[in-house]
């Protein structure tokens, strides 16, 4: 069940007083929840169920430990917008936007960095001056690698995918069709898990011996 600083802080999100909270909800009355926020009482797990919905259907997730946020938050699609619109660049965006000052790892999974257009490189070059490592797990055989070859690990060899997937902060975005939408699930569980199974691939990957790219940092 949700608590009281949870209805508070959902009250807030949603720029509701404790009466339109009460209006809304036609089962729990302004004093009630009065009580309920301050304290007072112990409410039923029927009326917290009653109050819980009512900020639900106006848009609000409830998180463990006390946790609110806009269930809009929890799924972002990025679609292509036009001829010259390139999805995969808003996503460097987004990713340079939510790690910076965050410094932890950023995941590429099934990338083909030949394919990078400079802007998308500049991007990158962006991220990295944030201080946040990179890691990529490329095409068995691919040495078209721009970055230290630490930062690569093969995938096994027939098991590169088209579609490039990221992990990023709580963050795990999934490049679908034809590189015409992006979606982005900001959700700490999603990522964690995403982080561990790229962990377990780059446990057992193969680390490339060299690099063909002319423009390579070593």
Known sequence: MISREQIKAARAMLDWSQKVLGEKCDSVSEPTIKLIETGKIN??????????????????EFLPQKGVRFSDDLLTILEK????????????????????????????????????????IDRQMMIRKT??????????????????????????KGH?????????????????????????????????????????IWDYGERPQKTTHEKAIS
Not at 92 to 115: A, P
Not at 131 to 156: I, S
């Open 131 to 156: 201080g946040c490592a990179m890691r990529f797990l490329v095409r068995y055989g691919d040495t078209e690698l721009r970055y230290p070859l630490d930062e690569y690990r093969y995938l096994p």
């Open 160 to 200: 590169y995918l088209t579609n490039p997937c990221i992990v990023y902060e709580n963050k795990f975005a999934l490049m679908v069709g034809e590189w015409d939408k992006v979606v982005i699930i900001n959700d700490p569980s999603v990522a964690k898990l995403k982080r561990k199974e790229f962990d377990i």
């Open 43 to 60: 409410s039923t797990p029927e009326t917290l169920g009653a109050l819980q919905k009512t900020m639900e259907d106006a848009g609000i």
């Open 81 to 120: 917008q036009g001829e010259n619109d390139y999805v995969y660049l808003r996503l460097m965006d987004d990713i340079f936007n939510t790690v910076k000052g965050c410094h932890s790892d950023i995941l590429f999974s099934f990338v083909d960095q030949s394919l990078a257009p400079d802007d998308v």
